[in-house]
């Protein structure tokens, strides 16, 4: 039976280094090469050794598909490929390929220069992993070879995030990487087609929790950003160029224009270009209503939100400004820190996740004093919020996913299997399907039943119609009779007939033959006789004839008999049947081993 | 800076322009049927407009979605409630865990965590009509309303996730007489008392089954709540307004009151008190369909202290009055009312007299008829099925609606803000 293995890799079950290899159809497949970013040591990266101890991973893995470009779900790439050595495809869509390297650059910097790390890839690396990767368009049916095929879905989440479809023959599996079910202010929703694989793979992150609602989280957001400016504050978000800075200034715009607020808000400059430029080429990742707008008027434009330049952060009265990068680690963000961060009504809101060793890390873990270099201490008593606007299905979008993809097998991975115990349940239950949860370096094995197809001849058909008998009942199984054949990597059934005409084949005919002793004191003519009288009383409904030329025929099965040369008592009788008659054949042996009833005439 | 003015619109004048959306909205899609996105984009208008609006009138408020709606919420723990589903065959019985967030009292703004959290869950083949937590233990009880037989439940502890039966309690009757009613309390051999009509209401001791105490009056009125109210004290409210306090150690007939004289049609009626250590201190609310409602002392439950007609429109006369709830505030003078219109409403039952006079609630929640009009068949708001107040934030309410949203707020004390006065609630 052909079997799907689907191994997490990686140390416990924990979140946070999503890397998942699939072996399906006699291929391998990486999904997903994230970095964990709570460790500083050996334990970042995925367990590259349990694909091989020794050395590169090319000859182990058909191909590498990434989902989209956390850290979390990228990070180890360039590690994987340039340091452990891997030259094979990396697949992701065109957003993907555009900002990963610009995250992992970003993420390089922090680790190597701020804190001073080695034997971490390099930029060089970075650039040269990025050459081995392939774009891929939602939808698109990729032909990785000849008989490996991936498909990209919209998974919502981020800009360029997509659930893959995985094929060999007709084998599949999906794995959905991080995605979200509900729409939000400039993303869609996640979307995949009854595709039915037979195994549906999903993160259980978020298997367990119910959402509070996007509008609430927004406005909680509001909220913060109102009251600090009511207070006469300054209010600084930190972000990353593309994504939630994006969803953060529409919902902003939209407020300001709502309430008739006139505080400033200001944008970093060289964000508003990069951002649209981003938006521009990726319009189609976006939802319906941004990219209706877009034709109107570019969404990203904004009435109230303005270039911010670096001698605005001393302007008195309240203010409102997002600023790059996103963990106040360097640039601008971290200038206008240090400038707001002594007085009480200013405000820091850190919308996102921060890597160890950054400010925006220290900050949220509560430091109040920070140590900047030149041994200088900064006090922080501004306002610091955190707030979390990543779009993760919870609980019911992956029922909701389910029943969109209907697969043959349920894949969680990253669980805690003991507490999951009631959603396995539910699963299993909801869809009658089994539902795994293997845990890191744990191989979940999937056996499947692929369907082969085979076409029949009309010939045969015909002739199993002429055969008589009531038309075949569509839901009852019929039993035909042909001819297998293989040819041009297709399966083909037809009558034997035209399979021998097809292979250029000669027909042979298979018989087998067997002599009986008898001892029988009548002619030869006689004993042949006494057969026939004797086999038309024990076999009834069978054709039994006697023929002229001196043979009895059961069926195909035909009777001689001879006398023994040395005594005329002993008769040898010549036994020789087809192969399709070796049951009556065998039976008719074995009786008339047993000699003749002394009753026949 | 006043705290008020933060634009140029007030906050009525919001409250109007976003009904006045809501109106047009109604209007175009008489018109034009149900299609195009204009009319979308209006429901997302209408629901920023609440939003924003909220902003002013909630401390908290989170709106969370369940895969199918609860009539129940129960408290388990001071940071955990159950919920379960009704439908007529399979459903879920669910133990959640409130965000963090709700709970961080110093550096809250760091605490990002506002989810709910399935901690443990089960399936029940009925439906959960009545579910009561046995404090002191990890264990409850529900009714599915098809029998007065009530399942019990072990809701399971760190190392699983699974909410398991674990048995069941027979009723003193065995057709169905509608919800039986659930009150359990504090005891070292867990027992509850249980009954669908005043006449079998009795108290059973869930390990043995045995029964400890019956109830004995003259007539079998259906109940609508039932509850402690002391050690042994127990009130069951019957939907014909009637009260039966009795006291489960003896076998002295039950003080029964009728319900307040009122004008006209009123049945049903539903009750709720509170609980304390002597009955002074226990207060009793009754409420009627026709929205009036009388609040009592337990010592003499028939002597009215001061009524109310409430600003219920009961726009569900004609449906069932199952999802009505009443309730009285754990810690300030109000009640809690939902189901008879489509919002929460909360009443100020301080001000009240022993003369009947009209009352506007103090605060309406109106978040789930709002939210509702999102989903497709948007011309029918989500009715609220449940809601249950914090037991210790004095203005946090948990309420769920039809539609299976259930929302967490903390409504704002608009006199406190406006007037921070000295001995202000």
Redesign the interface.
Same mark, same amino acid.
């Given at each position: 039976m052909p079997e799907i293995n689907v191994t997490p890799l990686g140390a416990g079950q924990d979140v946070g280094r999503s890397c998942i290899l699939v072996s399906i159809g006699g291929k391998n497949i990486m999904l997903d090469c994230g970095m964990h970013m709570g460790y500083n040591d050996d334990r970042r990266f995925p367990d590259f050794s349990y694909i091989t101890q020794n050395g590169r991973l090319t000859e182990f893995l058909d191909c590498v598909i990434i989902s989209h470009f956390h850290l979390d779900h990228c990070g180890a790439l360039p590690y994987m490929s340039e340091m452990v050595g891997y030259d094979g495809p990396i697949y992701m869509t065109h957003p993907t390929k555009a900002i990963c390297p610009i995250l992992l650059e970003d993420f390089r910097k922090i680790t190597v220069d701020k804190k001073g790390e080695t034997n971490f890839f390099t930029s060089q690396m970075i650039k040269d992993c990025m050459k081995k990767v392939v774009p891929l368009n939602l939808h698109q049916t990729v032909q990785v070879d000849d008989e490996l095929e991936i498909k990209a879905y919209y998974a919502g989440h981020v800009l360029g995030a997509a659930m893959v479809q995985i094929k060999v023959g007709s084998e599949s599996v999906v794995y959905t990487g991080d995605y979200n079910m509900t729409p939000d202010r400039h993303l869609g929703a996640a979307w995949i087609d009854k595709c039915r694989p037979d195994i549906l793979i999903s993160e259980s992150t978020y298997a367990t929790t119910i959402r509070d609602s996007k509008r609430c989280r927004e406005r909680d957001f509001l909220k913060k950003v109102h009251e600090s400016i009511e207070r006469g504050g300054k209010v600084l978000i930190p972000v990353f160029a593309l994504g939630r800075a994006q969803e953060l200034c529409i919902l902003l715009e939209t407020f300001w224009e709502r309430m008739n607020l006139k505080a400033p808000i200001y944008f970093s400059t060289g964000l508003t270009e990069k951002a649209n430029h981003y938006y521009k080429l990726f319009i189609t990742w976006t939802n319906q209503k941004i990219r209706k707008t877009f034709v109107q008027r570019n969404m990203f434009e904004f009435k109230h939100i303005k270039p911010f330049d670096r001698s605005y952060a001393d302007n008195p009265g309240p203010m409102v400004v997002f600023a790059t990068p996103g963990m106040l680690h360097a640039g601008q963000s971290l200038q206008i820190f240090k400038k707001w961060a002594g007085n009480e009504k200013n405000m820091v809101i850190m919308p996102g996740y921060c890597v160890q060793g950054t400010i925006g890390h220290k900050i949220l873990n509560g430091q109040r004093k920070l140590e900047m270099e030149g041994r200088a201490t900064l006090e922080v008593k501004l306002q610091v919020e955190y707030m979390s606007f990543s779009a993760h299905a919870d609980a019911k979008g992956i029922m909701q996913l389910i029943r969109m993809a209907e697969p043959r097998n349920m894949l969680l991975v990253h669980g805690e299997g003991a507490k999951m115990t009631f959603l396995k349940g539910k699963i299993e239950q909801e869809f009658s399907i089994d539902c795994y949860m293997p845990a890191n370096g744990e191989t979940a094995t999937v056996s499947t039943n692929p369907s082969v197809p085979v076409d029949i001849s009309l010939n045969l058909l015909k002739r199993e119609m002429a055969l008589g008998g009531p038309l075949p009942d569509p839901k009852k199984p019929r039993t035909m009779h042909g001819t297998l054949i293989m040819k041009e990597n297709s399966l083909k059934l037809v009558s034997s007939e035209q399979a021998l005409k097809e292979l250029g084949l000669n027909e042979h005919q298979l018989r087998f033959t067997c002599r009986v002793q008898l001892q029988d004191p009548h002619s030869d003519s006689d004993t042949l006789h006494r057969i026939y009288t004797h086999l038309k009383s024990v076999l009834k409904g069978y054709t039994i004839q006697h023929l002229p030329d001196g043979t009895v025929m059961v069926e195909s099965i035909v009777i001689k008999v001879s006398s023994s040369a040395d005594d005329a008592n002993t008769k040898v009788l010549l036994l020789s049947w087809s192969y399709q008659d070796e049951d009556l054949g065998s039976f008719l042996s074995t009786l008339l081993k047993k000699g003749l009833p002394s009753g026949l005439c | 800076?006043k705290?008020d003015d933060?634009?140029?619109?007030s906050g009525e004048d919001r409250v109007s322009q976003s009904e006045a959306r809501w109106e047009k909205l109604k209007h175009n899609r008489l018109r034009c049927g149900i299609d195009g =996105?204009m009319e979308e984009?209006n429901v997302e208008d209408i629901?920023?407009?609440w939003?924003?609006e909220?902003?002013k009138t909630y401390k908290d408020?989170?709106?969370?979605?369940? =895969?199918h709606p609860t009539q129940v919420i129960e408290w388990t723990s001071g940071k955990t409630v159950c919920v379960a589903g009704y439908g007529s065959s399979?459903n =879920?019985v669910l133990e959640?865990r409130l965000?963090l967030k709700l709970f961080a009292n110093e550096?809250k703004?760091?605490?990002?965590e506002?989810?709910?959290?399935?901690?443990?869950?089960?399936?029940a083949d009925g439906p959960v009509r009545c579910l009561r937590h046995v404090p002191g233990t990890r264990c409850i009880v529900t009714s599915d309303g098809l029998s007065s037989n009530l399942q019990v439940w072990d809701l399971g502890g760190d190392?699983?996730?699974?909410?398991r039966r674990t048995g069941s309690v027979k009723g003193r009757t065995t057709a169905s007489e509608g919800v039986s009613r659930i009150a359990a309390r504090p005891s070292s051999r867990p027992h509850i008392l249980h009954g669908a009509l005043s006449g079998d209401i009795q108290l059973t001791e869930l390990t043995s089954g045995k029964t400890l105490y019956k109830l004995e009056t003259d007539s079998a009125d259906p109940l609508s709540s039932l509850q402690f109210v002391g050690d042994s004290v127990f009130l069951a409210g019957c939907r014909n307004g009637n009260i039966y306090v009795a006291d489960t150690r003896t076998s002295s007939a039950p003080q029964l009151s009728p319900p307040p004289a009122s004008s006209g049609e009123s049945e049903p009626w539903w009750t709720d008190a509170s609980a304390g250590p002597d009955p002074s201190s226990c207060r009793v609310i009754r409420l009627s369909l026709s929205g009036e409602a009388a609040v009592s002392d337990l010592r003499n439950p028939g002597a009215i202290v001061s009524r109310a007609r409430l600003d219920v429109q009961t726009h569900c006369r004609c449906s069932s009055t199952d999802d009505v709830g009443l309730s009285l505030a754990p810690a300030l003078d109000c009640i809690a009312v939902s189901g008879l219109g489509r919002a929460v409403q909360i009443y100020d039952t301080s001000v009240w007299r022993p003369e009947p006079q009209d009352a506007l609630p103090l605060f309406e929640h109106r978040g789930h008829e709002v939210?509702s009009r999102q989903s497709d068949e948007g011309s029918v708001p989500a009715l609220v099925t449940s809601h249950v107040w914090h037991p210790d934030r004095p203005r946090t309410l948990l309420s769920a609606a039809a539609d299976g949203s259930?929302h967490v707020w903390d409504w704002v004390d608009r006199s406190a803000a406006d007037a921070p006065a000295p001995g202000a609630k």
């Amino acid at each position: 039976m052909p079997e799907i293995n689907v191994t997490p890799l990686g140390a416990g079950q924990d979140v946070g280094r999503s890397c998942i290899l699939v072996s399906i159809g006699g291929k391998n497949i990486m999904l997903d090469c994230g970095m964990h970013m709570g460790y500083n040591d050996d334990r970042r990266f995925p367990d590259f050794s349990y694909i091989t101890q020794n050395g590169r991973l090319t000859e182990f893995l058909d191909c590498v598909i990434i989902s989209h470009f956390h850290l979390d779900h990228c990070g180890a790439l360039p590690y994987m490929s340039e340091m452990v050595g891997y030259d094979g495809p990396i697949y992701m869509t065109h957003p993907t390929k555009a900002i990963c390297p610009i995250l992992l650059e970003d993420f390089r910097k922090i680790t190597v220069d701020k804190k001073g790390e080695t034997n971490f890839f390099t930029s060089q690396m970075i650039k040269d992993c990025m050459k081995k990767v392939v774009p891929l368009n939602l939808h698109q049916t990729v032909q990785v070879d000849d008989e490996l095929e991936i498909k990209a879905y919209y998974a919502g989440h981020v800009l360029g995030a997509a659930m893959v479809q995985i094929k060999v023959g007709s084998e599949s599996v999906v794995y959905t990487g991080d995605y979200n079910m509900t729409p939000d202010r400039h993303l869609g929703a996640a979307w995949i087609d009854k595709c039915r694989p037979d195994i549906l793979i999903s993160e259980s992150t978020y298997a367990t929790t119910i959402r509070d609602s996007k509008r609430c989280r927004e406005r909680d957001f509001l909220k913060k950003v109102h009251e600090s400016i009511e207070r006469g504050g300054k209010v600084l978000i930190p972000v990353f160029a593309l994504g939630r800075a994006q969803e953060l200034c529409i919902l902003l715009e939209t407020f300001w224009e709502r309430m008739n607020l006139k505080a400033p808000i200001y944008f970093s400059t060289g964000l508003t270009e990069k951002a649209n430029h981003y938006y521009k080429l990726f319009i189609t990742w976006t939802n319906q209503k941004i990219r209706k707008t877009f034709v109107q008027r570019n969404m990203f434009e904004f009435k109230h939100i303005k270039p911010f330049d670096r001698s605005y952060a001393d302007n008195p009265g309240p203010m409102v400004v997002f600023a790059t990068p996103g963990m106040l680690h360097a640039g601008q963000s971290l200038q206008i820190f240090k400038k707001w961060a002594g007085n009480e009504k200013n405000m820091v809101i850190m919308p996102g996740y921060c890597v160890q060793g950054t400010i925006g890390h220290k900050i949220l873990n509560g430091q109040r004093k920070l140590e900047m270099e030149g041994r200088a201490t900064l006090e922080v008593k501004l306002q610091v919020e955190y707030m979390s606007f990543s779009a993760h299905a919870d609980a019911k979008g992956i029922m909701q996913l389910i029943r969109m993809a209907e697969p043959r097998n349920m894949l969680l991975v990253h669980g805690e299997g003991a507490k999951m115990t009631f959603l396995k349940g539910k699963i299993e239950q909801e869809f009658s399907i089994d539902c795994y949860m293997p845990a890191n370096g744990e191989t979940a094995t999937v056996s499947t039943n692929p369907s082969v197809p085979v076409d029949i001849s009309l010939n045969l058909l015909k002739r199993e119609m002429a055969l008589g008998g009531p038309l075949p009942d569509p839901k009852k199984p019929r039993t035909m009779h042909g001819t297998l054949i293989m040819k041009e990597n297709s399966l083909k059934l037809v009558s034997s007939e035209q399979a021998l005409k097809e292979l250029g084949l000669n027909e042979h005919q298979l018989r087998f033959t067997c002599r009986v002793q008898l001892q029988d004191p009548h002619s030869d003519s006689d004993t042949l006789h006494r057969i026939y009288t004797h086999l038309k009383s024990v076999l009834k409904g069978y054709t039994i004839q006697h023929l002229p030329d001196g043979t009895v025929m059961v069926e195909s099965i035909v009777i001689k008999v001879s006398s023994s040369a040395d005594d005329a008592n002993t008769k040898v009788l010549l036994l020789s049947w087809s192969y399709q008659d070796e049951d009556l054949g065998s039976f008719l042996s074995t009786l008339l081993k047993k000699g003749l009833p002394s009753g026949l005439c | 800076m006043k705290r008020d003015d933060w634009s140029g619109v007030s906050g009525e004048d919001r409250v109007s322009q976003s009904e006045a959306r809501w109106e047009k909205l109604k209007h175009n899609r008489l018109r034009c049927g149900i299609d195009g =996105e204009m009319e979308e984009a209006n429901v997302e208008d209408i629901l920023d407009d609440w939003f924003i609006e909220s902003l002013k009138t909630y401390k908290d408020l989170h709106v969370y979605q369940l =895969e199918h709606p609860t009539q129940v919420i129960e408290w388990t723990s001071g940071k955990t409630v159950c919920v379960a589903g009704y439908g007529s065959s399979k459903n =879920e019985v669910l133990e959640l865990r409130l965000p963090l967030k709700l709970f961080a009292n110093e550096n809250k703004g760091l605490c990002a965590e506002r989810d709910f959290k399935v901690v443990h869950g089960g399936f029940a083949d009925g439906p959960v009509r009545c579910l009561r937590h046995v404090p002191g233990t990890r264990c409850i009880v529900t009714s599915d309303g098809l029998s007065s037989n009530l399942q019990v439940w072990d809701l399971g502890g760190d190392d699983s996730d699974v909410i398991r039966r674990t048995g069941s309690v027979k009723g003193r009757t065995t057709a169905s007489e509608g919800v039986s009613r659930i009150a359990a309390r504090p005891s070292s051999r867990p027992h509850i008392l249980h009954g669908a009509l005043s006449g079998d209401i009795q108290l059973t001791e869930l390990t043995s089954g045995k029964t400890l105490y019956k109830l004995e009056t003259d007539s079998a009125d259906p109940l609508s709540s039932l509850q402690f109210v002391g050690d042994s004290v127990f009130l069951a409210g019957c939907r014909n307004g009637n009260i039966y306090v009795a006291d489960t150690r003896t076998s002295s007939a039950p003080q029964l009151s009728p319900p307040p004289a009122s004008s006209g049609e009123s049945e049903p009626w539903w009750t709720d008190a509170s609980a304390g250590p002597d009955p002074s201190s226990c207060r009793v609310i009754r409420l009627s369909l026709s929205g009036e409602a009388a609040v009592s002392d337990l010592r003499n439950p028939g002597a009215i202290v001061s009524r109310a007609r409430l600003d219920v429109q009961t726009h569900c006369r004609c449906s069932s009055t199952d999802d009505v709830g009443l309730s009285l505030a754990p810690a300030l003078d109000c009640i809690a009312v939902s189901g008879l219109g489509r919002a929460v409403q909360i009443y100020d039952t301080s001000v009240w007299r022993p003369e009947p006079q009209d009352a506007l609630p103090l605060f309406e929640h109106r978040g789930h008829e709002v939210s509702s009009r999102q989903s497709d068949e948007g011309s029918v708001p989500a009715l609220v099925t449940s809601h249950v107040w914090h037991p210790d934030r004095p203005r946090t309410l948990l309420s769920a609606a039809a539609d299976g949203s259930v929302h967490v707020w903390d409504w704002v004390d608009r006199s406190a803000a406006d007037a921070p006065a000295p001995g202000a609630k």
